[in-house]
């Protein structure tokens, strides 16, 4: 007789064992031979060590498939429980370009062509520039990614910064502590943490610094590995602050840098050093480049118009600056 407890503190146990008990039943039918008892956030497995040693293997797939997704169907349990051939065409058949699953079974992915390259891009390289102008999805595609690699345990942390530009960087003379002071100009990423990572988890990961969001000066003197690593509102860093949050990045670290270059609040004195760094680094061997337009806009309808709008209005202006 073989006795074994495994622990399910990474995911949600009512996730785990179903509503009613419904997939833990599922797992008893499926090893009639053994003792399986639940206690709390334990699962105690008794019986022969042949049988014992399948269950748990069969369980770890299921552990691993809720801390990558959150979720997990009784009939996807079913197919774990059965055999590898219908677990692979199960996952071919309903990934669909899935990126996370998010709270309450939501299922973010790339909506986009250009979205889908980000995707592509990122994979493949360690750093990726996405432009474009606003409601494109390049910076909750950024997040997207970033979460996934998180939780295929690729990278230990996730880093989001932004240049809060809007205060000179210079917080001190707004009201309450540093997190209240920076809050308004991250509330973006916070957005899309929040569509994608549950809020008990999320607060967990923000307690514990596995997510970390700070603006962009706080990113001094610092070296980022072991993380995915995204700047937000690139267009506002300047050129100095650009090539300081670059050589940041560790050996085992990826960054993903967002921008709309058609949105720089820098004063006029200033240049931006997103412009400069898409520039020499374009064609960079591990550095990806991608543009989206307003193609990509997966706002209200009228985003896309309100944008075309500008576009043809700021051309008109700088037709007549040339005559």
């Known amino acids: 007789m073989t006795e074994s407890i495994i622990n399910l503190d990474s995911v949600n146990p009512i996730e785990f064992f179903g509503v009613n008990n419904g997939k833990l039943d599922l797992l008893k039918k499926k090893f009639p031979l053994l003792k399986i008892l639940s206690r709390g956030t334990q699962l105690k497995l008794s019986g022969a060590q042949e049988e014992v040693n399948v269950a748990q293997e069969k369980i770890t797939q299921i552990i691993s498939y809720l801390e990558r997704n959150g979720n997990l169907s009784e009939g996807y349990f079913e197919q774990i429980l059965g055999d590898e051939e219908k677990i692979d065409n199960f996952k071919e058949n309903n990934s669909n370009e899935i990126l996370v699953f998010g709270p309450n079974g939501r299922n ?37 990614l970033a979460v996934r690699a998180l939780k295929n345990k690729a990278v230990r942390k996730i880093i989001l910064t932004r240049p809060a530009v809007e205060a000179g960087e210079n917080l001190g003379f707004l009201p309450g502590d540093l997190k209240e002071k920076i809050d308004p100009y991250l509330r973006p990423l916070y957005d899309a943490l ?82 400069k760094a898409t520039r020499i680094l374009r064609n960079v061997d591990g550095i990806g480049y991608l543009e989206l337009d307003e193609e990509d806009v997966v706002r209200h309808r009228l985003v896309k118009a309100i944008i075309k709008a500008y576009d043809a209005a700021d051309a008109a202006v700088k037709e007549k600056e040339e005559r």
């Open 194 to 275: 929040d569509d994608m990572i549950p809020a008990d988890k999320l607060t967990y990961f923000m307690t514990n610094r596995v997510i970390e969001i700070a603006p962009l000066a706080y990113m001094r003197g610092r070296t980022l590995d072991n993380a995915f690593i995204i700047l937000d509102e690139a267009q506002n860093a300047t050129d100095l602050q650009m090539k300081m949050f670059l050589t940041r990045i560790g050996s085992s670290a990826k960054a993903i840098i967002t921008g709309d270059l058609t949105q720089i609040d820098l004063p006029k004195n200033m240049k931006s050093g997103l412009v």
């Open 108 to 144: 973010v992915r790339a909506r986009t062509a250009n979205q889908k390259r980000m995707v592509a891009l990122g994979d493949k390289n360690d750093i990726v520039f996405a432009i474009g102008p606003a409601g494109t999805g390049k910076t909750y595609t950024a997040v997207a």
